[in-house]
Nanobody, 120 residues
Framework: VQLQASGGGLVQSGGSLKLACTVS????????TGWFRQVPGKAREFVAG????????YGADSMKGRFKISRDNAKMTVYLQMNSLKPEDTAVYYC??????????????WGQGTQVTVSS
């Protein structure tokens, strides 16, 4: 298994959760990683991403200031810290790894998804 996501659950509005995505060694050291989310009937939505080196992060405008992505090289794990959660953040969250080149992405993996439910 290349990606294994965990950390989802039920939280009240305004609360916090920290998602984790454990990545296989080769993938962790070669692929950019990120998080997406999806609700039934809608397209998968980009949440945040981080480069292989961890030196650059980027996120969806609607989540900036609330969500933060990070990497732990010793654990080969990518985290998504989510604060000030809102009911509209309820979704299945997926971690993603992409092998990016100057010509674009040439390979990608998805984790199995972890459910995040925010109650009002």
């Amino acid at each position: 298994v290349q990606l294994q996501a965990s950390g989802g659950g039920l939280v009240q509005s305004g609360g916090s959760l920290k998602l984790a995505c454990t990545v296989s060694e080769y993938t962790y050291n070669a692929y950019s990683t990120g998080w997406f989310r999806q609700v039934p009937g809608k397209a998968r939505e980009f949440v945040a991403g981080i480069t292989v080196s961890g030196s650059s992060t980027y996120g969806a405008d609607s989540m900036k200031g609330r969500f933060k992505i990070s990497r732990d090289n010793a654990k080969m794990t990518v985290y998504l810290q989510m604060n000030s959660l809102k009911p509209e953040d309820t979704a299945v969250y997926y971690c993603n790894a992409v092998l990016a080149t100057s010509l674009g992405p040439i390979d990608a993996y998805w984790g199995q998804g972890t459910q995040v439910t925010v109650s009002s």
